[in-house]
């Protein structure tokens, strides 16, 4: 499970809004007796809380990448040893609209730049939109479990819709 979903501590400051999604999922998952990995938060890793929102396009560069899989390396280990040992994966749940954390959808633009008033600043915003693609750690995801032969469904929490998403979940498992 995508680390905020859990510890929504580790958005950027000021956007800490959903506990109750927290509380909805891990209940459900409690009830149907599903253990929680939490992944760890790689924008938080890589800049801290005071940095601002991101596009899917900032970080898509090597460095960034490469700091993804190696913070997720370890629970893609873990996650090979439960298998080994007859444990089910029942899924992974990430966070629509996520530049990082994406499943269906991510935040898109040419974002990017001076933040000052003549540097075309509300251009750029109002060009920023979700599109159909994965944030970039869950891409670095996908492609450790491919390499690992791993077949684990996933699944989003999608912020604007928490009960269409819970629901969704609830399919999952
Ligand atoms: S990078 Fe992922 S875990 Fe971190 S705040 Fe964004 S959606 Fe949550």
Redesign the pocket.
Same mark, same amino acid.
């Given at each position: 499970m =995508?680390? /905020?979903?859990i510890n929504a501590n580790?958005?950027?400051v000021g956007l800490c809004s959903y506990a109750a999604t927290a509380i909805e999922i891990v209940s459900l998952l409690m009830v149907r007796e599903i253990g929680i990995i939490q992944?760890p /938060?790689?924008?938080?890793t890589v800049y801290g809380l005071k940095r601002w929102g991101h596009v899917r396009e900032q970080f898509n560069y090597p460095y960034y990448r490469e700091k993804c899989r190696q913070i997720v390396k370890p629970i893609i280990d873990q996650l090979i040893d439960y298998l080994n040992n007859g444990y089910k994966l029942t899924g992974i749940i990430?966070?629509d609209g =996520?530049p =990082? /954390?994406g499943v269906h959808q991510t935040c898109s633009g040419a974002w990017g730049g001076e933040l000052t008033a003549d540097s075309g600043i509300v251009d750029k915003l109002s060009q920023v939109k979700l599109v159909n693609k994965q944030?970039i750690?869950m891409e670095e995801i996908i492609e450790l479990l491919k390499m690992a032969n791993l077949d684990i469904p996933l699944a989003a929490i999608d912020e604007l819709d928490v009960k269409g998403s819970v629901k969704n979940i609830e399919q999952l498992i």
């Open positions: =995508s680390h /905020c979903i580790a958005k950027v992944l /938060c790689p924008e938080m990430g966070v =996520s =990082s /954390c944030g750690f």
